[in-house]
C-alpha cells in the first residue's frame, strides 16, 4: 500500500487520466489497470482519479470493444464506488 500512495505523490495518476483520453488498445489497458490497482483501497488515489477528470473517460472505457479493455475499466470504476 506504501508503494500505491508513493506512487500518486509522484504525480502518477493525472498523466494515468490523460491517457484514457484518446488511447489506443494497449494504452488504455495500460493505464486502466493502473488506476484500478492505485485506485483499490485509498480513499487519497480515488479522489485524485475523479479529481482528475478520469469519470468520463472511464466510463466511456467501459463499452470498448476491447474486451481487456472494458474489463479494466469496470474493475476500475467498482474500485472508485
Not at 34 to 52: F, K, P, R
Not at 54 to 59: K, S
Request: include cysteine; glycine fraction near 8%; hydrophobic fraction near 50%.
Amino acid at each position: 500500500m506504501a508503494e500505491r500512495l508513493h506512487v500518486s505523490q509522484a504525480g502518477a495518476i493525472s498523466p494515468l487520466v490523460d491517457m484514457l483520453g484518446d488511447p489506443s488498445e494497449m494504452e488504455a489497458l495500460m493505464a486502466t489497470g493502473c488506476l484500478g490497482v492505485l485506485a483499490a483501497n485509498s480513499t487519497s488515489n480515488q479522489e485524485d482519479i475523479v479529481l482528475s477528470g478520469g469519470l468520463t473517460d472511464i466510463a466511456f472505457l467501459m463499452t470498448s470493444p476491447w474486451p481487456a479493455v472494458s474489463e479494466c475499466a469496470l474493475a476500475l470504476m467498482a474500485n472508485l464506488a
